[in-house]
């Protein structure tokens, strides 16, 4: 039912929005009822360039100041229309849903799109020049027809849902601890405006059918899916089975976006990847090694040599590295890098045992395939430096370390060692200059086709962790959203 | 059954049970959901509960709908069918339900610091607010 209507139409000069050529326009509408919402009456003080007085006129002012955001990335001669509701959406003391979005519309054999393929509404009158839902009947919510439909947590902040913890409705960034309102609601309006591939459900590889159901045979592609390219089939989702797009979206750093553009874009972007390089006298084995930190020890520091690599002996019965470093064992790694593998004990007792053996860093090699993990755990008394490498990694090593022996100089024997770096020859979250969707390797929740990976570098805006160190630029050199958005037809 | 009232009513019976273990667990204090905003449930849903004694399904009393339409704001997102469109230019169109939304979710860390993800449907949104120790950026430690 709609509610106490509040339009506003943009555009919105407020003031911290630099002046622009506003080539889009974004009506804003909310149905929320008197009294609640964007209608709340309590008083609030002015905040980070927000001039509202009341918690509504606050809410709705952030609205504003994103839907301008993209107002100046998109470019559509037909009116982009959003409904907006605040509603008492699920959450606990230290949880919440904060709010959702989507396109609400969608469209294919669009005017000027390519045939039998979905488009979102919005994208989709952006083509075609006209407003395809114009002449449709609305469905009796009010709000049928709209482009976009979003809802936020009105009780954010409240006893009982994430206490004391609402969100940040200032324009600045400056959100402290709370929940920048601004970087949520410009992540959420991304998806509505298609940074989503929408009608391919990811879990079970199925497309949407034109009736609008998930079919396991046939359906129509998204218009995302020609742009979608894993590196192992060796193909795009418009070329795949249904077999086949369930598999890539579980196949981690292996699916990318395919365009001359977002490749280009991605290395104005993205930065080199921080890696280890290897050196050995050995004539292989030298080389870039990818690895991942511990939120125990020192950090690793590009630039630093990390030092000389040393084994620590496999010890099936109590783990390896998990007792006290024997003596042949501490003379190995005594002034060098501990390579141990994972399993049995924590990884900050396998780093422990080897700073008390004398060793100046620890790489942790992982014990199941994948990519290196991220390594978690607590202890205050490690001072090195500890990494994570994948299992075939940690294997290569092994081998590098024995194999350099072989290779000493006048009576020296030889040694590789490792250096913490920078590979210039690769883009972090790309993979051959395609920028990377998020494909984990079991799709647990959380996991999306419809995000950048977590390994770019910087952080951009459509990654599935919404990071407290983003701007609101969508364009090269700071972001690659608004480049994938250009590709699908923006 | 269409395939979006197959998952309408799983949702709705996943609310149900749940019931009880929110009122047990809701804290002291807690504040109410804000009035008047919107918490029935679907018209095309259809409710079942698991008996608590019999463990049977069966339909539900009226105070267990009164409690379903009160206490679980998920509800609403019980998605109804979508609606074709169709427009003069040969373009042909559907209007999507609440299964295909992005959600939002913000996860307080032990050590205060607040994790926001974004999530591919509500299922995954529900899960992570209601098991944040699974919490997507969850480092093993061994």
């Known amino acids: 039912m709609r509610k106490n209507t509040i339009v506003a139409c943009l555009p919105f000069a407020l003031a911290l929005v630099a002046a622009a050529s506003q080539a889009a326009t974004i009506v804003v509408t909310s149905r929320d009822p008197a009294g609640l919402g964007f209608n709340d009456p309590t008083p609030v003080a002015p905040v980070g360039g927000n001039p509202g007085t009341t918690l509504g006129e606050q809410r709705m002012n952030v609205y504003k100041y994103v839907a301008h955001i993209w107002e100046q990335n998109l470019d559509s001669t037909v009116t982009i229309t959003v409904n907006a509701g605040w509603e008492a959406l699920t959450c606990t003391s230290t949880t919440a849903v904060l709010g959702s979005a989507s396109p609400w519309n969608i469209w294919f054999d669009v005017p000027n799109g390519k045939p039998g393929t979905w488009y979102p509404q919005a994208l989709a009158n952006k083509l075609s020049g006209v407003n395809l839902a114009a002449d449709q009947a609305d469905d009796g919510s009010g709000f049928g027809n709209v482009d976009i439909k979003t809802q936020f947590n009105a009780n954010l902040g409240n006893t009982g849902c994430l206490d004391g913890t609402p969100f940040y409705l200032g324009l600045d960034g400056n959100a402290g601890s709370k929940v920048n309102f601004v970087e949520t609601l410009l992540h959420e309006l991304g998806h509505g405006l298609g940074f989503t591939v929408l009608t391919v459900d990811s879990a079970s590889g199925r497309r949407l059918s034109a009736q609008g159901t998930f079919v396991t045979n046939g359906g129509l592609p998204s218009i995302w899916e020609g742009f979608m390219y894993d590196s192992t089939a060796g193909k795009t989702w418009l070329d795949m089975t249904t077999a086949e797009r369930k598999a890539s979206a579980v196949n981690p750093l292996h699916l990318g976006w395919k365009s001359a553009a977002m490749t280009a874009a991605a290395a104005q972007v993205l930065g080199p990847v921080p890696s280890m390089k290897v050196t050995t006298p050995a004539p292989t084995g030298s080389g870039f090694y990818d690895y991942n930190t511990a939120s125990f020890g020192s950090a690793p520091v590009i630039g630093q040599a990390f030092g000389q690599l040393a084994t620590v002996p496999a010890d099936p019965v109590n783990g390896t590295g998990c007792l006290p470093f024997d003596a042949a064992t501490t003379t190995a790694v005594r002034g060098k890098v501990a390579i141990i593998d994972r399993g049995t004990c924590a990884f900050a007792l396998k780093a422990k045992n080897a700073q008390n053996a004398g060793a100046f860093g620890v790489i942790i090699a992982n014990n199941a395939a994948g990519a290196a993990p991220g390594l978690g755990g607590s202890d205050p008394t490690i001072t090195i430096p500890t990494v994570s490498v994948s299992q075939a990694d940690g294997a290569t090593l092994k081998l590098v370390v024995a194999d350099a022996v072989k290779y000493g100089s006048r009576g020296k024997v030889g040694a590789a060692s490792d250096t913490f770096t920078l590979d210039t020859s690769r883009r972090a979250g790309a993979e051959g200059g395609r920028p990377l969707l998020y494909t984990p390797g079991t799709l647990a929740p959380g996991s999306s086709v419809s995000h950048f990976d977590v390994s770019a570098f910087p952080n951009l805006l459509m990654e599935p962790n919404i990071n407290s160190d983003l701007t609101t630029n969508l364009v090269p050199p700071f972001d690659l959203t608004k480049s994938l958005l250009i590709d699908l037809g923006w | ?142």
């Open chain 2, 1 to 142: 059954m269409s395939h979006f009232l197959k998952i309408c009513s799983a949702g709705v019976l996943l609310a149900a049970a749940s019931l009880a273990v929110q009122a047990a667990d809701a804290p002291a204090g807690a504040t109410a959901p804000i009035a008047g905003a919107a918490t029935s449930v679907a018209p095309d849903a259809q409710v079942v509960v698991r008996d608590a004694t019999t463990g049977r399904l069966r339909a539900p009393t009226e105070s267990e709908t009164q409690a379903l339409h009160a206490a679980a704001p998920q509800l609403r997102r019980a998605p109804g069918v979508p609606m074709q469109r169709s427009h003069h230019s040969g373009a042909k169109g559907v209007r999507l339900t609440e299964e295909f939304m992005s959600y939002s979710v913000v996860i307080k860390q032990p050590d205060g610091r607040l994790v926001e993800y974004c999530f591919p449907n509500a299922e995954a949104a529900e899960a992570a607010v209601k098991a944040p120790v699974s919490a997507p950026d969850t480092l093993p430690t061994e």
